[in-house]
């Protein structure tokens, strides 16, 4: 599951207290390393692996190498470091020196910006140096998210805070870098272009493991002089080098250019707003490509949310929404104008940017742009405009466009949200009706007995234990009615033989070589001793028309977003079940299946589902809203 973790004993030989201060006055850099340790430290060491790789640069005469450490429950990793204490250590030539020990994390508390811009202020003043780089590392959430989740206090930086506490240090940054996932937003850039030159940032989530720390600094201690362009591109090259669990992105961005790009994206909105409240069908439209663009860290009914993160590529997200609209309604030369204003724009900004296979089409940088408003209460959707402080932002695009989507959604609900009515099971065939535009139709099978836990409780209730997209459908010309029909001896998921789940992934492109797919399940920890809730993400290849689908990695339901946790053969998995509550609703429940995986990434195959009788059968639609209607469900 999570890397094991080598410990290295010669830094812990070395893990020395020293007086603070007194960097030399010819270092070149000085790398301010704030690492908010949060559950990646306490639950896999992540942030202790990281630490041992800048050990492994053997000189740094040319570097500083500063560190403040704390924010998670975590008092002896395996380089002694006590994470329940804010501490600050300097990496010198392949030893740590711990130079202060500020207290109790619990009272100083590391996801405030002021604990921040304190250690900011402090190591550029003791630590001098030509250029000053800022690494963030911990959790991260995008412009509505935040960064850095201390584990401890449970508190969160907003990108607002974040933004003044950058400001507060008084110091123009050379690069400014988030360690973190989904930070690589064009908001991220409009909050943090006054005070740095470069950001280094992922637009999707990051695996465990995070950047190498040893390429790089090694890289920047051999060429001192290197441009802030070049130090991102050897961080990137050193991230995507590792050949992470799939999928990854990193980008460089000339912070310079985002105000350019700001202003464009302003135009856009602009162009853009008088859509949204045109007509069902023009709001349809947008949904539709906003469906179609690569998302990150996208929600759906597999994990509800009332603050989405809701990120999409924005470069794909312009170019599909442009030409969507300009099909289904002819030429708007002021919608062609500003599109192509914010591509020139983003080309400009974005220098340098790697993506692995299945995020291939990431062009570098997102923006916020909502894909399920189903999921929104109208106060958490208000919440989500005031994205970093509105100032931060294109105006229109917050203060018009957003909201002008969002008010057309909640007065045209009824036409905008698909329904579905399942018929009783005739033979072997299982059918339904849909109503209004959907997104995707589920079909699922289950058991008239099975074993589901709430909590830590079990009970027995009927379930569904396997589901899949329905694709045999008809539509009657000129009506908002298709008409479903599943051929119930088709084969089913399976993952090394035990039923599963297999739900379209909306953080994967669609209509591309490689399909994205979830499957609900929760993975055990070992070191916690309990099952923590999320889904395995699978890839769908296609090689010669041959079909192959593989489990990547692991997704835990984390706010902010985790990383992605690789996966490893002997790590237990428990399946969920799709149960109905005493109340009527739906929702994924960990089961009594578990399976013991038999390597790193195994295989989902599909085989024949033993339907029984008094199997309980349903139909799922999900539609455009992000709303999801579950048909009565039927017996087999």
């Avoid at 983003?346 to 999921?375: C, E, H, I, K, W």
């Amino acid at each position: 599951m999570l890397r094991i973790l080598k410990c290295l004993a010669a830094s812990l030989g070395a893990l020395l207290l020293v007086s603070c201060g007194g960097g030399s006055t010819n270092v070149t850099d000085t790398v301010l390393v704030y690492m908010v340790g949060s559950n990646l430290e306490s639950d896999g060491q992540a942030a202790s692996t990281n630490i041992e790789q800048m050990l492994a640069v053997s000189r740094t005469s040319q570097v500083n190498i500063v560190l403040e450490t704390g924010g998670a429950d975590s008092k002896a990793g395996p380089l002694g470091i006590d994470w329940t204490h804010v501490q600050r250590y300097l990496v010198s030539n392949g030893k740590l020196l711990q130079l202060q020990d500020l207290g109790p994390d619990s009272g100083i508390d590391m996801g405030r910006g002021s604990t921040l811009r304190d250690f900011l202020r402090w190591g550029v003043s003791h630590y001098p140096a030509s250029r000053y780089m800022l690494v963030l590392w911990d959790h991260g959430g995008g412009p509505n998210g935040g960064f850095g989740s201390d584990e401890i206090t449970g508190t969160t930086m907003t990108l607002e805070q974040l933004a003044q506490a950058v400001q507060g240090s008084g110091t123009r940054y050379s690069v400014i870098g988030f360690d973190a996932c989904l930070m690589a937003d064009v908001e991220v850039a409009s909050a943090l272009s006054p005070y740095a030159h470069y950001l280094v940032a992922s637009q999707d989530v990051e695996p465990s493991e995070g950047w190498d720390y040893t390429p790089w600094l090694s890289a920047l201690q051999a060429l001192p002089g290197a441009s802030g362009a070049v130090i991102g591109r050897d961080i990137v090259d050193a991230y995507l080098g590792q050949k992470l669990v799939d999928p990854t992105t990193l980008s460089v961005v000339d912070l310079q250019a985002v105000p350019t790009l700001v202003q464009a994206m302003d135009s856009y909105a602009r162009a853009l707003q008088p859509y949204a409240a045109r007509s069902v069908l023009a709001w349809q439209v947008l949904a539709d490509a906003r469906m179609r663009s690569l998302d990150f860290m996208g929600q759906n009914f597999v994990q509800p949310s009332t603050s989405p993160t809701d990120l999409v590529d924005e470069l794909l997200w312009v170019g599909n929404t442009q030409s969507a609209l300009l099909k289904s309604f002819g030429a708007d030369s002021a919608l062609s104008t500003a599109a192509d204003g914010v591509i020139r724009a983003t080309q400009a900004a974005v220098v340098y940017s790697r993506a692995s296979y299945s995020d291939s089409q990431a062009t570098g940088l997102s923006v916020y742009f909502p894909a399920l408003m189903a999921n929104y209460p109208s106060i958490d959707y208000a919440g989500h405009l005031l994205i970093g402080g509105q100032s931060a932002f294109a105006s229109s695009y917050v203060n018009a466009l957003l909201p002008a989507y969002y008010d057309f959604y909640k007065a045209q609900q009824p036409q905008l949200t698909a329904s579905v009515t399942t018929q009783p099971v005739s033979g072997a065939s299982f059918d339904a009706t849909v109503t209004n535009s959907f997104d995707a139709v589920l079909v699922a099978a289950g058991s008239p007995s099975c074993t589901v836990y709430e909590a830590a409780s079990p009970a027995q209730q009927p379930c569904e234990e396997t589901m899949q997209p329905a694709t045999t459908y008809t539509h009657d010309p000129g009506t908002p009615t298709w008409q479903f029909s599943f051929d119930l001896s088709a084969p089913w998921p399976t993952l090394q033989g035990a039923a599963v789940a297999l739900l379209p992934d909306p953080s994967v492109l669609r209509g591309q070589a490689s399909l994205g797919y979830l499957i609900p399940a929760e993975l055990w920890n070992p070191n916690r001793q309990f099952f923590m809730a999320g889904y395995l993400r699978v890839v769908m290849t296609d090689s010669a028309g041959v079909e192959s689908y593989a489990v990547t990695g692991f997704q835990p339901t984390l706010t902010p977003s985790g990383r992605t946790l690789g996966l490893q053969r002997g790590d237990v998995v428990a399946l969920d079940d799709f149960v109905q509550g005493s109340n009527g609703s739906w929702s994924f429940q960990r089961s009594s299946r578990t399976v013991t995986l038999d390597s790193a990434e195994p295989q989902v195959s599909f085989a024949a589902y033993p339907l029984v009788a008094a199997s309980p059968l349903t139909y799922l639609v999900s539609d455009l809203t992000g709303a999801l209607d579950v048909g009565q469900t039927q017996v087999y």
